[in-house]
């Protein structure tokens, strides 16, 4: 099978020796005679998986038995909503750092529940850059910010600094674990997997604890974190094949050096594409240059003629998935960890090529 390079920005490539494995694992896990995606949730070989798969995130992230570890459902999309039912009134306000279309639908939803200040925006210039300033309110619940923001391609280099003693809030759909953090600044950090974790249908949430009992005791149960605290993952049927799958892609990203080396590799991994980008006279990277993100890099020619052609053709030459958001246009590049170098290093052959035919 010839696999091509896979530049969709989610669900988005995965790590070649993971998939393997799952498929060893279909039809039977380990030696039990029944596939992963067969066995019961409630039964010992699965709940080992999840076991397994919660203590390989723990040491990947070093992440303190002060917080929970959570394989939800649902997206970051649903977390945009259980945020603030847990963590937000309508007496509270919540500071909210708007820097793409992801953080505005998480803006809409809060202020179903309190009252939402937006702390800083750079819907300005079509959110082409992280701003460096933001006006907090004197005593938010806490605080949200979207650490990379896939449609646009920008990504905060490193946490905001938000109010002292306000929980920090982190949809980290689209880096997660794409290098290190510390996660003891954050209160909640959520990420959907379908883009450097595994498969869709899998939430991450990592949420600490003291946050988990403020929530109202009388939302739907599966609407509490503390449902979901208390019962492991466990409170409904979890997507058992998802979270399987996320506990080998944690225990490849540790094969990588952990999330020290995986960093050092997606940096090296975009620089090629991003230094062609900076000396092309036909492509030209949308995002602001100290704001550019290392997993999504957007580019247009300036014709959205030539971009479509661009496009075309890069798919019959084997390069998939790089048509931009459908807001935006243009086109995106999405490398994530498990994104291989030496697709980068195809594509700017064949974007140079393409200048010279098309410039």
């Keep these: 099978m010839n696999r ?22 279909m039809l039977s896990l380990g030696d039990t005679g029944i596939g992963v995606m067969e066995h019961s949730h409630r039964g010992k070989p699965f709940v080992a998986v999840a076991e397994q798969a919660e203590a390989n995130c723990r040491k990947l992230a070093n992440i303190s038995d002060d917080y929970a570890v959570l394989f939800l459902q649902g997206g970051a999309s649903t977390q945009f909503f259980t945020v603030p039912q847990n963590l937000l009134s309508k007496d509270k306000t919540a500071d909210y750092l708007v820097t793409g279309s992801w953080s505005k639908k998480a803006v809409k939803e809060a202020k ?45 280099a490193t ?17 997660i674990f794409s290098r290190p953090i510390d996660v003891s600044k954050y209160g909640i950090i959520y990420a959907g997997a379908q883009k450097n974790l595994g498969p869709s249908g899998v939430t991450l949430v990592i949420i600490r604890k003291d946050l988990i009992e403020q929530g109202p005791s009388d939302l739907p149960s599966m609407l509490q974190y503390r449902t979901h605290a208390n019962n492991d993952s466990m409170f409904n049927t979890p997507p058992t094949f998802g979270i399987f799958t996320m506990g080998l892609v944690f225990k490849w990203i540790e094969k990588q050096g952990g999330l020290a080396g995986v960093a050092q590799k997606n940096a090296a991994k975009a620089k090629p594409l991003y230094d062609y980008l900076d000396g092309s006279s036909l492509f030209k990277a949308t995002a602001d240059q100290d704001s550019r993100s290392l997993m999504n890099v957007c580019f247009v020619t300036g014709d959205a003629d030539k971009d479509a052609k661009f496009i075309a053709s890069a798919k019959e030459e084997g390069f998939d998935g790089l048509k931009g958001h459908r807001s935006v246009g243009g086109m995106r590049a999405s490398i994530y960890n498990a994104f291989p170098a030496e697709g980068v290093t195809a594509l700017v052959d064949f974007m140079r090529d393409f200048e010279a035919k098309n410039g």
């Design 112 to 156: 179903l529940f309190g009252n939402v200040n937006v702390a800083c925006s750079s819907e300005d210039r079509n959110f082409c850059y992280i701003p460096k300033e933001c006006s907090y309110s004197d005593a938010p619940a806490y605080v949200h910010f979207t650490s990379n923001n896939t449609i646009f391609g920008t990504q905060f």
């Design 159 to 175: 946490e905001p600094a938000g109010p002292a003693g306000a929980p920090l809030v982190c949809d980290a759909s689209s880096d």
């Design 4 to 25: 091509v390079y896979n530049f969709s920005a989610g669900p988005a490539v995965m790590p070649v020796e993971v998939l393997e494995e799952a498929r060893e694992n």
